[in-house]
C-alpha cells in the first residue's frame, strides 16, 4: 500500500507473522528503470517473504523490472491492475487495465517468460458499466492462459469517473459471491480474496471458499492482529507472545536504522496502532506523534513511549485474539 507498506512496516510487520506474505507498494516500471533503484527496491531478507509490486502496462519494461526484482531477491511479482488513480489512469495502468485483458496477458507472459519466481496479479471484479461476471471471467482466463501464478481480487468495482482513490476503496460494494464463483470456476487457479477483511477470525471465514485473504487497511490500522495470524491460520506459534514483546523485538532495528540515518518516525509511525483498545495506547501515540518527530528522537522516545502502556491488558489483547 502506497506511503503505508514501506520496508519499514514491512519489517515491523514480520515481527507479527513470520507466515503471512507481506507486500511492497506499488513502484511503477518508470521508476524501477530511471529512478533511485537502490532506495526503491531496498529491503531487508528478515522481511522475506516479500512480494514487489509493479504498476505498468509495457510488457517489456515490466518483464525487466520483474527480472530485476528477482535479481534483488523478491519472492514474487505482483501487477497492479486494482488502482484507479487519475495518475495512474493517465499511465493506462492499475485498474483501468481491467478493459484490456490481453494487453495484461501479454504483460504475465513478458514476465513469466523473464523470472522464475510467481508473477501474480491483483485486480477488481470490474470497473465502471462492466459487468463483473463478463468483464472478471474475460480478465482471469487471458491471465490464466498466459501463466499467472495466482490472482488476488479486490471484492469491488472500481469507478475511475467521479469516485476519488479513497472513495473506491469503500464505496463501490463489496461482492465476496463473485469471487467465490470465480473460484470455483477455476479450480486449479490460486485465487486470494481482498477487500473488507477486518480480522483474523473474518479471513478464517473466507478461506472455506478461496485459497488466500489479503489483509490492508486492518493490518495496516491494526497491526496487533497480525499476532493471531500463525497461530490461527497455520497452527504455529507467533514469533512474538504479545504486541509489547514484539514492539520491544523493534528497538535493535530502531538502533540499527538511526545509526544510518533514518528519523525514528520514519519507523515508529507504522506502529501507532499497535495497542489500540488496550489502557495507554492513546498515551503511546501522543508521545510518539510528539517525540518522534524530533531530529533529537532516538530508542529511548521509543521505550518511553512503550512505558505508558498497560503491559497485563497488552498481553491480554493478544491472547483473546488467539483464542476468539
Ligand atoms: C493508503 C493505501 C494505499 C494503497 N496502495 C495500494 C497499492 O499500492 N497497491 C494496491 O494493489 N493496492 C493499494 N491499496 C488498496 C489495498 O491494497 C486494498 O486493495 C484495499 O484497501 C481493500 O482492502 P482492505 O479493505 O483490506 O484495506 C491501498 C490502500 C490504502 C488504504
Redesign the pocket.
Known amino acids: ?5 514501506d520496508r519499514h512496516c514491512r519489517f515491523f510487520h514480520r515481527l507479527l507473522t513470520r507466515r503471512a506474505l507481506l ?1 511492497s ?2 513502484i511503477t516500471t518508470g521508476a524501477v528503470i530511471h529512478g533511485d533503484r537502490a532506495r526503491l527496491l531496498a529491503f531487508d531478507p528478515a522481511e522475506q517473504p516479500v512480494v514487489l ?1 509493479l ?1 505498468g502496462c509495457d510488457p517489456r519494461a515490466l518483464a525487466e523490472c520483474a527480472a530485476i526484482s528477482e535479481g534483488l531477491g523478491y519472492a514474487e511479482i ?1 501487477l ?1 491492475v ?2 484507479p488513480s487519475d495518475r495512474v489512469q493517465e499511465g493506462r495502468f492499475g485498474a483501468c487495465l481491467m478493459a484490456e485483458p490481453a494487453l495484461v496477458g501479454d504483460c504475465v507472459a513478458a514476465m513469466k517468460a523473464r523470472v522464475r519466481v510467481p508473477v501474480t496479479v ?1 485486480c477488481r471484479i470490474g470497473i465502471d458499466e462492466q459487468d463483473p461476471e463478463q468483464a472478471l471471467d474475460a480478465f482471469t482466463a487471458a491471465v490464466e492462459r498466459a501463466g499467472v501464478d495466482a490472482l488476488i481480487v ?1 471484492a469491488r468495482k472500481a469507478w475511475l469517473k467521479g469516485l476519488s ?2 472513495e473506491n ?1 469503500d464505496l463501490p460494494p463489496l461482492d465476496y459471491g463473485r469471487v467465490y464463483r470465480l473460484k470455483a470456476a477455476h479450480p486449479r487457479l490460486p485465487i486470494v480474496l ?4 477486518g480480522s483474523v477470525e473474518e479471513a478464517a471465514t473466507h478461506l472455506e471458499h478461496i485459497d488466500g485473504v ?7 490500522q491494526e497491526p496487533w492482529r497480525l499476532l493471531a495470524v500463525d497461530a490461527e491460520l497455520f497452527g504455529e506459534a507467533a514469533p512474538a507472545p504479545d504486541a509489547k514483546a514484539a514492539a520491544m523485538a523493534l528497538i535493535p532495528y530502531i538502533e540499527r536504522e538511526l545509526a544510518r540515518g533514518v528519523r525514528l518516525h520514519a519507523i515508529t509511525r507504522h506502529v501507532l496502532g499497535l495497542f489500540r483498545g488496550v489502557p495507554g495506547a492513546r498515551a503511546f501515540r501522543r508521545h510518539l506523534a510528539t517525540q518522534a518527530v524530533k531530529a533529537s528522537a532516538n530508542a529511548e522516545t521509543f521505550r518511553d513511549a512503550l512505558v505508558l502502556v498497560d503491559s497485563g491488558q497488552a498481553a491480554r489483547q493478544t491472547v483473546e485474539t488467539v483464542a476468539a
Open positions: 500500500m502506497m506511503d503505508w507498506t507486500y507498494e506499488m509490486q504498476g505482483n497492479n486494482g488502482c491483483k479486490h482513490p479513497r476503496r481482498n477487500g473488507g477483511i489479503m489483509m490492508g487497511r486492518a493490518a495496516y
